[in-house]
């Protein structure tokens, strides 16, 4: 499948900032045998200083880019080409739930895909006692690794509203759970300490979602927006395999890869320091558009 991608994301200040610098996490992601990206080209408004690309420890690409002059806004764009592949989905090869500790030990490695580092509290994912007893009344003991963590993200979906309103981007998981609602970072995060919880090891994955219009209704331009969902090691055999708990299905080719990591601060869009008084606010403009 082919979709062109494009994002723009704009910050406006109430009063000019006098230097700043941030880590951009916003290219798609060229992923062998998942996905292709054929064409990305980023722009960035003010023109910044400095700009350095680098590769973090999970393999994500980014970009640093630094400013020096006083500025009111700043509008990052992307335009990315970008071939989704089909995985095939075949039987489940994953071991039974009391098998994974075994096969985790004999991981004997800490190379970025080691299960080890998604098994514990991570900076903006800690372990709950609530979540992981929620988690595993949901789970069954003979289950098979997939199967739970197919069973905990339908759980999440039939229990937990969307709503845009109920957090922020700084809502720790914890409160997400009691409060029974949030958006897609918050599905992500809490599925993630409820799989950690009962020994699943989980990480983040952003991205885009192909969305569809109403039946009858024109596609609405830049009406998609930045998705997450969750990836789980579920043994040697299945390797990791990715779940979307916000709309209840495993990740397809209408999910399309930013970047992935422990939580969303290991791939959180943009990031960084800067000096300013004042308030500032931002908007964000995303369309996924299949090539016919």
Wanted: proline share 9%.
């Amino acid at each position: 499948m082919l979709y062109d991608i494009g994002m723009t994301i704009a910050y406006d200040y109430d009063r000019p900032a006098v230097g700043g610098r941030h880590i951009l996490r916003l290219m798609p992601a060229d992923l062998p045998g998942l996905q292709r990206r054929i064409t990305g080209v980023m722009t960035i408004r003010p023109e910044p200083a400095e700009q350095r690309p680098f590769v973090d420890f999970f393999g994500n690409p980014g970009l640093e880019v630094v400013f020096r002059e006083a500025h009111d806004e700043i509008v990052f764009r992307v335009a990315s080409r970008i071939e989704r592949l089909p995985e095939p989905r075949g039987l489940d090869i994953s071991p039974p739930l009391a098998r994974l500790g075994a096969e985790i030990a004999d991981y004997r490695s800490l190379d970025p895909q080691a299960p080890h580092h998604f098994l514990s509290t991570s900076p903006r994912v800690g372990l709950s006692s609530e979540i992981t007893a929620w988690t595993r009344a949901r789970i069954a003991p003979e289950m098979t690794v997939a199967a739970a963590v197919e069973a905990v993200g339908l759980a999440i979906h039939r229990d937990f509203e969307f709503d845009p309103e109920a957090t922020t981007v700084d809502t720790p998981p914890a409160e997400a759970f009691a409060r029974r609602r949030g958006v897609c970072q918050d599905f992500a995060q809490v599925m993630i300490a409820g799989l950690r919880g009962v020994g699943i090891p989980a990480g983040y994955v952003s991205g885009f979602l192909r969305t569809f219009p109403p039946p009858g209704k024109p596609r609405l331009e830049g009406a998609d927006a930045m998705h997450a969902w969750v990836r789980a090691w579920c043994g040697w055999q299945a390797g990791w395999i990715e779940y979307d708990p916000t709309n209840a299905i495993a990740a397809g080719t209408d999910h399309i890869v930013v970047a992935r990591g422990r939580d969303y601060g290991d791939v959180a869009p943009v990031s960084g320091v800067l000096k300013i008084a004042g308030e500032q606010s931002t908007e964000q403009a995303v369309d996924v558009v299949p090539v016919e």
